[in-house]
């Protein structure tokens, strides 16, 4: 083990990428040879007086530029055929939208390990890879994407399956086939953004439901049915984005009920159902024959795999939807369908999602603390908080106030279908932000409400 000890600024980017940078250009300079043993990360922690989680982290950063290897018990070392610097493009490792609710980043070194050596073997096909391919993806991918539904209790027939490229151009082929231009979809009256924006874009009217405690109540539901003649409801039901609540399961059959008497479609938006330890069972289940469900791969493993398994309502469906596929996005990327079957079939899918539940858990954690005596909603597994602004406090003001910090906001303008949007800030835990900066961040905003003369 060398004596390595980086320099940190004060003002200069975060620590963790200082301490990644750092051990590039060790690298590069000759500093740190290949097989070198860097120093355990609660050592360094100690010995910079920083959070131990902040070296984690960097060793990550290392590790996800192919710097690194990391062995339990063993330690993290100089790889041998460490990547020159000029390989690394620190743009792509830097990039990010923080108005997305993200998951946070795998930070585990033993995971990352797994992870890469998914894309090694996957790489191995790399030629047939770029070629054109199944729309709907392959017999190997639909077995993956079948076993990988099973874990939410449904069993559907591989005809009924189909890999799609992501929840967004999935949800606008659905919409695309059961609604023409002019007609009313149903939804949540606080809904996500992309159901708003994929509707204006087909000109789709929607009518927002009335939501409780529960979600939309069947009341609201039977009442805009027999007012509106909807063609589908949308359903994001499980840590409903943003307020965070999950319909439970007596709930469910009450609306399932309802959309199988009206013969209604609905599209159930499961981003997030892989997340929690004990979700309620989908309506994929309790509705079989009139749901769409689509299980997104965006939140419970990575957004930049850009696919979702979606289950049609019956075979048919499934052709028709392969077809409007075809005409919007030709297929799913087969590079990231092989990664996404490879993990599924090696274990590491799952433990990613887990590394996701643990880790935002603790996430939440933080800011139940940070945040302490202000209102707001949170479930153990959300991606994020729906924080009720005090009495005084304006959205657009607050969110000027946090410019510049590394944490993604958005207004309830964003989700807000129908009514009032009242003064909401829907705020994400997740990304590439650390324990450490989330935490100052989260502090920095109950001083800001604190201290702005908006909590009496």
């Known amino acids: 083990m060398i004596a390595w000890t980086p320099d940190l600024l004060d003002d200069g980017p975060p620590r963790y990428l200082q301490i990644a940078d750092?051990?590039?250009?060790?690298?590069?300079?000759?500093?740190?040879?290949?097989?070198?043993?860097?120093?355990p990360q609660r050592r360094l922690a100690a010995r910079l007086g920083i959070d131990f989680t902040t070296v984690s982290r960097a060793y990550t950063e290392a590790a996800a530029r192919l710097l690194t290897d990391s062995h339990v018990g063993r330690g993290t070392f100089v790889r041998k055929t460490a990547r020159p610097a000029e390989t690394v493009d620190p743009r792509r490792l830097r990039?990010?939208?923080?108005?997305?609710?993200?998951?946070?980043?795998?930070?585990?070194?033993?995971?990352?390990?797994?992870?890469?050596?998914?894309?090694?073997?996957?790489?191995?096909?790399?030629?047939?890879?770029?070629?054109?391919?199944?729309?709907?993806?392959?017999?190997?991918?639909?077995?993956?994407?079948?076993?990988w539904l099973s874990k939410r209790g449904m069993v559907p027939s591989l005809d009924r399956i189909a890999v799609t490229p992501g929840a967004h151009p999935t949800m606008t082929a659905i919409l695309s086939i059961i609604a023409q231009c002019g007609d009313t979809i149903l939804c949540e009256r606080i809904t996500y953004p992309g159901l708003r924006a994929i509707a204006a874009r087909l000109n789709l009217r929607l009518i927002g439901l009335e939501m409780d405690a529960q979600g939309v109540t069947p009341e609201a539901l039977e009442a805009a049915i027999a007012r509106h003649a909807p063609k589908a409801l949308y359903l994001n039901p499980t840590l409903h984005n943003p307020t965070t609540l999950t319909i439970p399961e007596d709930r469910r059959i009450l609306l399932a009920d309802i959309v199988t008497r009206h013969r209604l479609p609905l599209i159930e938006d499961d981003a997030y159902g892989f997340?929690?330890?004990?979700?309620?069972?989908?309506?994929?289940?309790?509705?079989?024959?009139?749901?769409?469900?689509?299980?997104?791969?965006?939140?419970?493993?990575?957004?930049?795999?850009?696919?979702?398994?979606?289950?049609?309502?019956?075979?048919?469906?499934?052709?028709?939807?392969?077809?409007?596929?075809?005409?919007?996005?030709?297929?799913?990327?087969?590079?990231?369908?092989?990664?996404?079957?490879?993990?599924?079939?090696?274990?590491?899918?799952?433990?990613?999602?887990?590394?996701?539940?643990?880790?935002?858990?603790?996430?939440?954690?933080?800011?139940?603390?940070?945040?302490?005596?202000?209102?707001?909603?949170?479930?153990?597994?959300?991606?994020?908080?729906?924080?009720?602004?005090?009495?005084?406090?304006?959205?657009?003001?607050?969110?000027?106030?946090?410019?510049?910090?590394?944490?993604?906001?958005?207004?309830?303008?964003?989700?807000?279908?129908?009514?009032?949007?009242?003064?909401?800030?829907?705020?994400?835990?997740?990304?590439?932000?650390?324990?450490?900066?989330?935490?100052?961040?989260?502090?920095?905003?109950?001083?800001?409400?604190?201290?702005?003369?908006w909590m009496g």
């Open 22 to 39: 750092q051990i590039e250009a060790g690298i590069r300079s000759g500093v740190l040879k290949p097989g070198d043993r860097l120093p």
């Open 95 to 147: 990039d990010e939208d923080l108005s997305m609710n993200m998951p946070p980043e795998v930070t585990d070194p033993e995971l990352l390990t797994f992870m890469r050596e998914g894309l090694e073997v996957v790489s191995a096909n790399l030629v047939s890879l770029l070629r054109y391919q199944s729309t709907i993806g392959g017999d190997q991918d639909r077995m993956a994407a079948s076993s």
């Open 275 to 453: 997340i929690p330890p004990s979700a309620p069972p989908p309506f994929a289940v309790l509705a079989p024959g009139q749901t769409w469900h689509i299980g997104g791969l965006a939140k419970c493993i990575g957004a930049g795999l850009r696919l979702a398994y979606t289950v049609a309502p019956d075979a048919r469906a499934a052709f028709a939807l392969a077809q409007a596929l075809r005409a919007i996005s030709v297929m799913p990327s087969p590079l990231t369908t092989a990664l996404m079957t490879r993990w599924i079939e090696d274990g590491t899918a799952d433990r990613i999602r887990h590394f996701i539940r643990g880790e935002i858990a603790t996430r939440q954690q933080i800011a139940a603390r940070a945040l302490s005596g202000l209102e707001f909603r949170a479930e153990a597994n959300a991606f994020n908080i729906w924080l009720k602004l005090p009495a005084g406090a304006g959205r657009a003001e607050l969110m000027g106030r946090m410019a510049g910090r590394h944490i993604g906001l958005m207004p309830s303008d964003a989700f807000t279908v129908d009514g009032d949007p009242g003064e909401h800030l829907r705020i994400c835990l997740g990304g590439a932000i650390g324990r450490d900066e989330l935490r100052t961040g989260l502090s920095f905003l109950q001083n800001t409400l604190s201290g702005g003369g």
